[in-house]
């Protein structure tokens, strides 16, 4: 029936838009070479997972390629003070006396100088990446984010009474 | 030759482009490169730029002559 065909494509184009969030694994999946995580929601996931999709090969590469690019990011020297102490302690620009100490895979820990006041009630700082990384690669963008834009990190940081792993890394 | 290094689950993956040369494919790699970083900031993503032997966080312009960007994700609190 030709009356019909016009109801059908509008149907047809209904269908096309993403009227609904994509979940994150399957529409990676339509992204070709390169994976762009941020068109995706990434939620549903358990904690520290990447996807069922993802094998533990999957897993071993990303940590080995996330090595890679947070050295590259951080630079010699920060690196290799990372891997003497095992944090990386960045100065507030914002609060005197404070310090944000960095430690892979887990929350901040805010730091005070003698005589300065925290401006949080809690001790650690917890700030996830919205979608999943390995938790080197996110280490380095948190250090980042301390370092060249606190007010962001200030923004979202959620005080927490103790230390935790991330939920969004692995 | 230029690249992104766009920061996901797989550790991260590369988009490279070329403003050396002058032919049609390098053209579009130049200009896929400025797409992709416009989308990621518009999803709120942030981006560093190399500068040295280290990356800082950039609102520039792209850059076509720039040596390494990185596509940073968003943060949320919790």
Known sequence: MAWLEPLRALWRRLLAWDLLPTPGPEGARRDGPVERPWRYYWDHLPKRTAGADFSARDYQEARQRAEEVARSTLGDDLWQRLMMDGYLDVPSHRYAGISYRLTIGHRIRVICAPGARSPWPYEYLCINPTYPLPELEFFAHLYLYARDREDTLVRVAAPQPWDQRLGRTF | ?78
């Open chain 2, 1 to 78: 030759m230029g690249r992104i290094i766009v920061a996901n689950r797989r550790g991260h993956q590369l988009v490279e482009w070329d403003a050396e040369t002058d032919t049609e494919e390098a053209r579009e790699s130049v200009l896929e490169a400025e797409r992709i970083l416009r989308e990621a900031r518009d999803k709120g993503c942030a981006v560093s730029k190399r500068v040295g032997t280290q990356h800082v966080l950039d609102d520039g312009v792209f850059d076509p002559y720039a040596e390494e960007y990185q596509i940073i994700a968003p943060i949320a609190g919790g």
